[in-house]
């Protein structure tokens, strides 16, 4: 058998440390695209823009790949088997929803980006840096403090998305803004796909609190 | 460290059952509540008592974040790890389903609770009461049957509200209610929302089931 | 105890691989009776023929619950208890959702069924019987490239049906359809149902690749 040196100076569990690390990275990046492409005056450009975040979430997914084959084939992990998969799945999940609601932006042909589609982006991306912090202080443990803190954080923007979220809803049904049932079933549907994305960076939360419970 | 008589008393996996109970305990009160809010005939009563469950919701959450706070720290513990997670999760999707219900009434501005709504809620809460029978029952294992005749009951109210849910769709889709669209969206969302309570009672349910064949 | 001819000639965790194989045996037999349904001209038997799904659902639901009893019942497994939890979940996911998109198609009262039923109906029907081939291999593990061929497949089929989906919400949306909100709304509906039945098959498929990862 061949010897290897990334295979030397990587333990095993060290892996998926890096998995992990390059999931919360790519998720930071597909945030500010999403942001900043929402922020682009030239609609062509913008939805061109969120067409884009289909690579980031290709990349995503072969991350996500990887951490279930090396979860396969180490009997060994850094923390139980089961938040090892949650956790994944949650941050896969996080690059689908905003995937999907870079996807409706453009499938639905919105035109308009209105206040609460900008305010809970950057709530989103927020929750997303946010969640990089946790995973980046899991490898070593040493500031339990900034992993808990990061934990409280996500769980409080996933609120600050659900009341933008509400407000939305009520402003949609109230009849205030005239619009016509098309327009209101867009909207309503791309605000849910990007409160979504909040719930499931609190799931990555979750996952890691009771990470830290278990091992600290 | 100091000497704690409450823990004296209570063994640690006991704190499970006690935990469980009050979850449920906390879901019936919100089934009450529910069901009676959607009774008021004062609309501003309604919508206030409605918007009450949040403070019910949020006790639930502590109670779920308890019991994970626990699993972390137990070794040994009543019964699998994994069941625990699942019914935990169950329970606690149950009092979101109800709070996105009473919210969706309130921010959707529905006007009329219609005959599906008040019979769905009265499934909800015949589910929630027979849930809390079963849990209750899981203490001492001494009344299996109570236990399994709970697990199907739930199973069937899932299948009434299934029919309630069915039914009530094919009126809004057959043109005899004369609504539009958006009276549409508001009623088939709120329909929806209120079966997913008795799915969720289901899982709950079928958790205890495969418990109680492992330790029956 | 009686003894059992039944129990002498199948060990026990042979039962898994009978009960997986009568899931998606069954699964087959659904997917053929939807695409059949479909291509039915007269909407009255079309509609029987959709309504009679049910009865492979409800078949369904019982392989479902033998193996999570016996799941209770073994101690020992042919593969993990987690995996064997997820892939009859998944497979039961899959009886839920054609059910649930032949009851849309029933219940929203479609008059017409388009290329997009049409075509999602075949990648479902596709879809299964490749999963077929995967839960049969999987009795002996000779043929671990079918395996592995199986569970590309269904990916890549779940990429078509997503295809199929994005295509159709794109057409929904640009107003060259000039059809009403209602009937928006249950195109829209009975779509992502249709492709979520295509999800749970990938579910199923990420669930065998990962138990081949492990035994192999």
Chains 1, 2, 3 share one sequence.
């Not at 990887?66 to 999940?93: K, S, V």
């Not at 840096?129 to 980046?136: H, K, N």
Request: charged fraction near 30%; aromatic fraction near 8%.
């Amino acid at each position: 058998m061949a010897f290897s040196l990334n295979k030397l100076f990587s333990p095993k569990d060290r892996v998926f440390y890096s998995l992990f690390e390059q999931s919360t990275n790519n998720l930071v990046e597909m945030g500010e695209a999403f942001v900043a492409a929402l922020r682009d005056p030239d609609r062509t450009k913008r939805d061109m823009a969120l067409r884009g975040l289909d690579d980031l979430e290709h990349k995503n997914d072969e991350v996500t790949h990887q951490i279930f084959i090396e979860l396969g084939r180490n009997f060994i992990t850094p923390f139980d088997r089961e938040d090892i998969h949650t956790l994944t799945t949650a941050l896969d999940d996080v690059a689908d929803y905003i995937w999907g609601s870079a996807k409706r932006i453009v499938y639905y042909n919105v035109a308009e980006i209105d206040e609460t589609m900008h305010k809970m982006a950057d709530v989103i991306l927020e929750s997303i840096m946010t969640l990089q912090i946790g995973v980046r202080e899991l490898r070593n443990m040493k500031n339990l403090k900034a992993i808990t803190d990061s934990c409280v954080k996500v769980n409080s923007l996933e609120n600050d998305a659900d009341e933008l979220l509400d407000a939305a809803i009520v402003r949609l049904f109230d009849g205030s803004q005239n619009i016509d049932a098309i327009e209101l079933i867009k909207r309503k549907d791309l605000y849910e796909e990007m409160e979504t994305v909040t719930d499931k960076c609190e799931d990555a939360a979750n996952v890691i609190e009771s990470i830290i419970i278990k091992y600290a």
